[in-house]
């Protein structure tokens, strides 16, 4: 449900790849969280991993094949063509012609093919070919056409549905994992949910179906807030009048490997802070499962950022809205029941109330961290938001609070800026904010930064210490970077700072 938002993700050896869109339907490739600007590389590299066979067409889901499709074959057919004359075309037709063979097994990408072969020595001989971008394009064809049975098969309306399900949070799987994982959410699975007692206890609000069908007017879209990857959200109001947020699960979301649900519901079970959705109850009865969680009443940070609510967050209003978040995922790394590593902090997922402070919430992917004292870490599939992404999680799959801290400082750079964390409309030096920010303070522009629409006058000393706390953040090696404790004390000290500049003038 937010702009910038993943459509599939997978694993190649050590890299991560996530193809993800934009609002505008453009799409783009990273690779261990490094956009790659230049399509026409892009397209080479994915033309590589389907080489070396560690993607294989038999084995992507359809949405990536339709976004290796949109990518690399319709629009970068123009721009092959003109470096290769037509022979790029002449290999989409092949495609085309030989629709009644199974093009994976014809071009040697199935299961039991040796002739590509995953060795190195066969990439550098890939690589040594001229003309490779051809040579990759035809490789990744038998996905075009794989991609184009599946039309037949379905109806446009049900390829639609199944596109946009899938624009979902990242999940990407461990390099071991050779089979690329859906890009789907992955669905809570019947067997594993068990209400635990706790929940009882901290549930204040306990609602039959009936009662929830009754508040929500039977789930009527007028009640309708929004939709993420779980499932839909409704505003319900309860017979005593109060306001609650409903959670519904998407019936697809019932069956499978992982518990998204008792993830969320035990993890916000152990939760109470001020700037954390609190949990209220949780229904779990035949084929509906609902979170039911307080209602957060004036929409979300990135709305908000956009312009939505008509009037435009001040200076001192996103300086709060930061320091609630730092103080919500300190909370959670240092001071909750057990460390938990929140996963998905974003500003789709920062809540606001009607005096603007801020509430964390959606913990759908959220962790908790390693139980044993001697570990930093755990070892744990990639699961984020592209352009939020920790560098060396995508990396290495060791995952610690300082993920939580990388996505903080992606989400200040947002809070000062209004821009997205990946702007695909923008020329690519623009494209990646964090970068273009990065760039523009070397250069002392940081005035250029700053959201053109905030009225406030920013002393020059205070911008730069949040946009260097930002960069600190964002450090590419967790080492690098501060604790979230930390950051709200810096946080702190800068809205101080910040205050007096403003009574000085
Ligand atoms: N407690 C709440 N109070 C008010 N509105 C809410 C609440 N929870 C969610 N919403 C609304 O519902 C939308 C969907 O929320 P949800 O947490 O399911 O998904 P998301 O974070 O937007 O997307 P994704 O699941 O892909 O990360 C939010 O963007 C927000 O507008």
């Known amino acids: 449900s937010s702009s910038e938002l993943t459509l599939a993700g997978a694993a190649c050896g050590d890299d991560q790849l996530v193809i993800f869109d934009a609002s505008d339907g453009l799409l783009n490739l990273s690779v261990n969280g490094v956009l790659m600007q230049d399509r026409v590389f892009a397209c080479q590299k994915l033309g590589f991993y389907f080489g070396s066979g560690c993607l294989r067409c038999s084995n992507l889901s359809d949405a990536w094949r339709s976004a290796v499709k949109q990518y690399c074959g319709e629009g970068s057919e123009k721009s092959h063509a003109t470096l290769h004359q037509d022979v790029p075309r002449k290999l989409l037709r092949w495609s085309t012609e030989n629709s009644s063979r ?6 040697g990408l199935n299961e039991n093919n040796q002739d590509i072969g995953d060795s190195s020595e066969k990439q550098e001989h890939l690589l040594a070919v001229p003309g490779v971008i ?50 789907h959410r992955i669905p809570p699975s019947p067997s594993r949910f068990a209400p635990s007692p706790q929940i009882a206890r901290v549930g204040s609000v306990n609602l039959s179906i009936q009662q929830i069908l009754r508040a929500t007017q039977n789930f009527s879209p007028s009640f309708k807030l929004g939709e993420g990857g779980f499932g839909m959200v409704y505003r319900a109001v309860l017979p005593d009048g109060n306001v609650v947020a409903v959670k519904r699960a998407k019936k697809d979301q019932f069956a499978g490997p992982r518990d998204e649900f008792s993830n969320e519901v035990d993890l916000l079970a152990k939760i109470d802070h001020r700037n954390l ?29 956009d312009g939505q609510h008509g009037r435009v967050l001040d200076f001192n209003q996103r300086l709060e809205i930061a320091i609630d978040v730092a103080h919500a995922l300190t909370y959670l790394h240092l001071y909750a029941e057990k460390t938990i590593i929140h996963r998905d902090v974003k500003s789709s997922n920062i809540l606001l109330t009607d005096s603007y402070r801020a509430k964390v919430s959606d913990f759908g992917f959220a962790r908790s961290g390693p139980s044993d004292t001697e570990k930093t870490h755990i ?3 990639v699961k984020g938001t592209a352009g939020y992404l920790d560098p060396e999680y995508l990396r290495t799959y060791q995952l610690t609070p300082k993920s939580d801290v990388f996505s903080f400082g992606i989400l200040l750079v947002e809070i000062l800026s209004a821009r997205r964390p990946v702007e695909l409309k923008r020329t690519p030096e623009e494209r990646i904010t964090i970068r273009w920010t990065f760039k523009k303070f070397n250069e002392g522009n940081t005035r250029e930064i700053l959201d053109p629409l905030l009225e406030d006058h920013v002393d020059d000393e205070v911008l730069e210490k ?33 205050g007096k500049s403003v009574r000085k003038v």
């Open 466 to 498: 949040l946009l260097s706390l930002a960069f600190q953040c964002a450090a590419p090696t967790r080492d690098d970077r501060p604790t979230m404790k930390e950051v709200g004390e810096q946080l702190w000290e800068i809205r101080k700072e910040y």
């Open 134 to 183: 051809l040579l990759c394009c035809g490789l990744m064809l038998p996905c075009f056409h794989a991609e184009r049975k599946e039309v037949s098969r379905h109806d446009n309306a049900t390829i639609q549905r199944n596109a946009l399900e899938s624009v979902s949070s990242y999940e990407g799987s461990m390099s071991s994992e050779k089979v690329p994982p859906t890009p």
């Open 102 to 107: 199974n093009a994976c097994e014809r071009s």
């Open 379 to 381: 070892s744990t599939k």
């Open 277 to 305: 959705v609190r949990l209220l109850g949780f229904t779990d009865k035949g084929n509906e499962r609902i979170i039911i969680t307080e209602y957060v009443p004036n929409g979300t940070l990135r709305e908000h950022l």
